[in-house]
């Protein structure tokens, strides 16, 4: 089934429509070896070039790394590049799949920011490695695609959530629709400091998510309604000051979230969802948390 769709009038499909995909059993980080803010390509960075404490970030870097292993997820970590600060959010430069023959493939980012172009090859190698058939976007039609900084898998079905507005263009869904053969629910982003879709949308299992709500026009909310059985909204502050939507849920039971996210974690308690606080401190002041730093995987 290959569609995108943009409003709840073109959702034409219904919840037994949809195949079945395998949960990811692993993923990957890049080790924060060359992190720093070296240049300026969202808010958050704003007043923040070298304002980096490398020890901390590492020590951070390492605590995440440990609460996703107390999952049981398996954790591979990559080398990091000189030159190459930002390859430590490692869910943007690609966007993994699996067919129902357990067949893998990736589709592979264009950067919205020549400051991070390099980082898509060496990322690529890993897949290569893996036997992933890579995949690459037409850079002369499709001008940026982030990969799962903005394209979010549905827990457990063949289903693409696509954030558009920012760092991927609209363009770039009609071609991993028809690539993967999936439908792609495209969410327009309406403010620069939710730049991703992950900054401002989790999925935490298959019928709940957790949102900050005003970063969506109306029809994007009428859509994610449409879907979720259970949408947890997270408070302005916590969304943007310790980027509690750019959390992670690799089981459908744990979250790997920022601490400090008072409200947020108790409404996730108050789901069933087991909280593990994380201090991701110094990675908020690039504009990324935990979701940013891994990327789930088969």
């Known amino acids: 089934m290959s569609k995108v769709i943009t409003s709840k009038s073109n959702l034409d499909f219904s919840w037994s429509d949809l195949a079945p995909m395998a949960t990811p059993g692993k993923l990957f980080m890049v080790r924060p070896s060359y ?10 960075m704003e007043g923040n070039i ?17 609460a996703f292993a107390s999952t049981g ?13 930002d390859m430590v959010f490692c869910a943007n430069q690609s966007l993994p799949f699996i067919d129902e023959e357990g067949n893998k493939e990736v589709i592979m980012s264009i950067m919205n920011s020549e400051h991070r172009k390099n980082e898509v090859p060496l990322v690529e190698e890993w897949y290569l490695g893996q036997d992933y058939q890579t995949h690459h976007l037409n850079y002369k039609k499709i001008s940026s695609f982030e990969g799962m900084g903005d394209a979010i898998w549905h827990r457990g079905k063949r289903l693409l959530w696509g954030g ?17 053969k999936v439908p792609v629910i495209a ?4 403010h620069p ?17 957790m949102i900050y709500p005003d970063a969506f ?30 959390a992670t849920c690799p089981d459908g039971k744990h979250v790997v979230i920022q601490k400090g996210a008072k409200v ?23 504009g990324g948390s935990v979701f940013c730093m891994k990327m789930m995987a088969w």
Do not use: M
Request: charged fraction near 30%; aromatic fraction near 12%.
């Open 187 to 190: 969410l327009k982003l309406e």
């Open 264 to 286: 947020t974690n108790q409404k996730l308690r108050d789901c069933g969802f087991n909280v593990l606080e994380v201090d991701t401190s110094e990675f908020l002041k690039s």
């Open 193 to 209: 400091e939710f730049y991703h879709l992950d900054t401002c949308f989790c999925i935490l299992d298959d019928t709940t998510v």
């Open 217 to 246: 026009e109306k029809k994007g909310l009428e859509l994610i309604h449409s879907i979720f059985d259970t949408v947890i909204e997270v408070p302005k502050d916590e969304a943007l000051n310790q980027f509690a939507c750019n």
């Open 50 to 66: 070298g304002n980096v404490d490398k020890e901390k970030a590492k020590s951070q870097w390492d605590q995440v790394r440990e």
């Open 164 to 180: 558009y507005g920012f760092r991927t263009s609209l363009e770039a869904y009609h071609f991993i629709s028809e690539t993967f």
């Open 73 to 85: 997820v398996e954790v591979h970590e990559l080398d990091g590049a000189p030159k190459l600060p």
């Open 35 to 44: 992190f720093s803010i070296d240049y300026v390509i969202n808010p958050h």
